[in-house]
């Protein structure tokens, strides 16, 4: 079992994705995107999510900013009935710890 960086364990908390914890990833169970953290060298990789759509090819991942991607998600979780006001204190924390996640 993979150990799940925060990013994947903070989607996987949302509604309307579930975690593969073999693979440390989250699904979005709408579109079946599978959503990995992106273990790249360069800085600004420290929140860059690797997200592959099914029938793409598993080693050409769309590369997203975690800032932009969790977020987005958040509010859709919202959308969906999640609550509003322990989604937004929670997502309020997660870019702390994932950039000191090692």
């Known amino acids: 079992m993979a150990a799940l960086h925060p990013y994947i364990r903070f ?20 579109s079946g995107v599978v959503v990995a953290k992106y273990e790249g060298e360069k800085p600004h990789h420290r929140h860059c999510l690797a997200l592959t759509w099914p029938g793409q090819a598993a080693d050409r991942p769309v590369l997203v900013s975690a800032t932009k991607y969790v977020p987005l998600q958040v509010g859709e979780a919202i959308k969906l009935g999640a609550p509003r006001a322990e989604l937004l ?12 996640w090692h």
């Open 11 to 30: 989607l996987g908390s949302l509604p309307q994705f579930e975690i593969d914890h073999h693979a440390g990833t989250a699904i979005e169970l709408r």
């Open 89 to 100: 204190e929670a997502s309020r924390h997660i870019f702390v710890e994932a950039g000191e």
